[in-house]
């Protein structure tokens, strides 16, 4: 995102909302068995990466 870019020029931090709730829906409409679960995981942490961007500079 583009907004991470801000963080190094003037410690801001711009939520993207739409961008969040697609993942969200994302993870809770895969099944978790197999290749999916890889693919919720890695789902989750982006989510919990942006949770902490959001937190700290937004």
């Given at each position: 995102?583009?907004?991470i870019k801000d963080i190094?020029?003037?410690g801001?931090?711009?939520r993207e909302d739409d961008?969040?709730?697609t993942l969200r829906s994302t993870i809770k409409?895969?099944?978790i068995s197999g290749e999916n679960?890889?693919?919720s995981h890695i789902l989750y942490?982006?989510?919990m990466i942006y949770?902490?961007?959001d937190s700290r500079y937004a």
């Open positions: 995102s583009s907004s190094f020029y003037d801001s931090f711009k961008s969040v709730e409409a895969l099944e679960q890889i693919k942490e982006v989510l949770r902490l961007l």
